[in-house]
């Protein structure tokens, strides 16, 4: 089953706006990562965030996580149309792990 | 780098024939993961090798599906006989998963190639 769900599934908005995306997940975790997918391409990691940190910065990237609400949330900002893409949040337990991953969000950025 | 390569990135076959599917993970990884990706379950892990030692195969469909790891730069993934429900893309994806003394670690970024894309007719 999948430990992550992202919501929305799909999200359309202009250039410029901001995109935010979110993640719940079930177990508790070591790490949170998300990771984006252009169209007919392999996953590509974004960033990633440990269980004991709150926020995280990349670019226009900006990640949370609340632990105690099992849930992470994504905001790309100033979009592009080159953001254009699917996005997958992931999660890692402890000990010997693999990367769970949601069915992710479809963002579309109109010029 | 490379990066993760795999082979084919295209395949249509029949249904009972065999199908292999390769992966070259990047050189230092000490992880190799086999996901597929559907449109209805989407990205589910097939196979985990760590030092190229299955470690979780819990996810393997059936028998019909195998996979090996003979040295730290390749691997496959072996169907046989393949079925239209195998139809999908199958991704492969290499980390460095860091386990400390305590127990605690996890994995970390995952590489992933392009994909192997598999139609079964």
């Known amino acids: 089953s999948q430990q992550g769900e992202e919501d929305p599934q799909a999200l359309s908005i202009q250039e410029g706006e901001n995109a935010t995306m979110n993640c719940s997940y079930k177990?508790?975790?070591?790490?949170l990562q998300w990771y984006r997918q252009n169209s007919g391409r392999g996953l590509v990691h974004l960033i990633l965030?440990?269980?004991?940190?709150r926020e995280k910065h990349s670019g226009r990237l900006r990640v949370t996580l609340d632990t105690s609400k099992k849930s992470s949330s994504l905001l790309i900002t100033a979009s592009r149309a080159a953001d254009t893409a699917s996005y997958f949040c992931?999660?890692?337990?402890?000990?010997?792990?693999?990367?769970?991953f949601g069915k992710g969000t479809m963002l579309l950025v109109s010029p | 780098d490379a990066g993760v390569i795999q082979s084919p990135r295209h395949e249509v076959t029949e249904m009972g024939q065999e199908v292999t599917l390769r992966c070259k993970p990047i050189s230092g990884h000490n992880s190799l993961f086999w996901y597929r990706q559907t449109m209805m379950r989407g990205l589910e892990l097939l196979i985990y090798?760590?030092?190229?030692?299955?470690?979780?195969d819990s996810g393997m469909p059936e028998d019909r599906f195998s996979a090996k790891m003979p040295n730290a730069s390749f691997s496959t993934l072996k169907i046989q006989p393949s079925e239209p429900r195998d139809s999908a893309v199958y991704f492969c994806?290499?980390?460095?998963?860091?386990?400390?003394?305590?127990?605690?670690?996890?994995?970390?970024?995952?590489?992933f190639g392009e994909g192997s894309r598999l139609t079964v007719l």
């Open positions: 090798f760590n030092n190229n030692v299955p470690i979780d």
């Open positions: 177990t508790s975790i070591n790490n």
């Open positions: 992931a999660t890692s337990n402890s000990g010997y792990s693999t990367l769970t």
């Open positions: 965030i440990r269980s004991n940190e």
């Open positions: 994806a290499s980390s460095l998963v860091l386990r400390y003394s305590s127990g605690t670690g996890g994995t970390g970024e995952l590489f």
